[in-house]
């Protein structure tokens, strides 16, 4: 059975910043992208970052380039959402989620339906 577990979530200031951890097990961790997915109150979730299986590729949504930084470790089946300079409007439940790629190493994909497995996210909240 898979399972995504997020932490690192919690109350920070306003330009503080976040490490949010995501552990993988049920699955071949190496043979999946990862994404981070956000949802804000009364927001649809959105996209956030991707990383292809091999981490050779990322990708970020436009609000959070050159704030946020996603990483991952395939020796610890973990991914890593590195967020700095935090704004209230990053205020949301962040989700990882699990897209199957066994062909690709460098697919990243944005679309939640793409992904196959997503966790049960973490909270985080900025403060003004």
């Known amino acids: 059975q898979v399972h995504l577990v997020e932490s690192g979530g919690g109350l920070v200031q306003a330009g503080g910043s976040l490490r949010l951890s995501c552990a993988a097990s049920g699955l071949t961790f190496s043979r999946y992208g990862m994404g981070w997915f956000r949802q804000a109150p009364g927001k649809e979730r959105a996209f956030v970052a991707a990383?292809?299986?091999?981490?050779?590729?990322?990708l970020y949504a436009d609000s959070v380039k050159g704030r946020f930084t996603i990483s991952r470790d395939n020796a610890k089946n973990t991914v890593y959402l590195q967020m700095n300079s935090l704004k209230p409007e990053d205020t949301a439940v962040y989700y990882c989620?699990?897209?199957?790629?066994?062909?690709?190493?460098?697919?990243?994909?944005?679309?939640?339906?793409?992904?196959?497995?997503w966790g049960q996210g973490t909270q985080v909240t900025v403060s003004s």
């Open positions: 989620a699990a897209d199957h790629q066994p062909y690709s190493r460098s697919t990243i994909r944005t679309a939640e339906i793409q992904y196959d497995y």
């Open positions: 990383i292809s299986r091999s981490g050779d590729s990322t």
